[in-house]
């Protein structure tokens, strides 16, 4: 099992940077590639970032790259999403998740989330 919990989120300027932290606990760290997601209001929920278990490979979606990074750090079991230039459309509610395969775009292919946390960009 591993228990995943978020924090950073909150109101944004259009325009401004976000920063969100994942703390893991439960089992090693270390085997799992973990990812980002989220779910604007009334849309299906879309992967955002990812980064493996070694954090040697990272993927982003389209509308983040260029304009985020996904890290991690073993040794306080946490992993963080940094992205510039926010606008409106990135508002949601951000998801933390891992997963015990290669890491990949697909939720289903992750065993574990986080509760989210929202992220709201006023223009």
């Known amino acids: 099992q591993v228990q995943l919990v978020e924090s950073g989120g909150g109101s944004v300027q259009a325009g401004g940077a976000l920063g969100l932290s994942c703390a893991a606990s439960?089992?090693?760290?270390?085997?799992?590639?973990m990812a980002w997601f989220r779910q604007a209001p009334g849309k299906a929920r879309e992967f955002v970032a990812a980064?493996?278990?070694?954090?040697?490979?990272?993927r982003y979606a389209h509308s983040v790259l260029g304009r985020s990074i996904i890290s991690r750090v073993s040794g306080n079991n946490s992993v963080y999403f940094h992205m510039i230039n926010l606008t409106p459309e990135d508002t949601a509610v951000y998801y933390c998740?891992?997963?015990?395969?290669?890491?990949?775009?697909?939720?289903?292919?992750?065993?574990?989330w986080g509760q989210g946390i929202q992220v709201t960009v006023s223009s």
């Open positions: 980064v493996s278990d070694r954090g040697t490979s990272t």
């Open positions: 439960g089992e090693t760290f270390g085997h799992y590639g």
């Open positions: 998740a891992a997963t015990s395969s290669a890491i990949g775009v697909e939720g289903l292919r992750y065993d574990y």
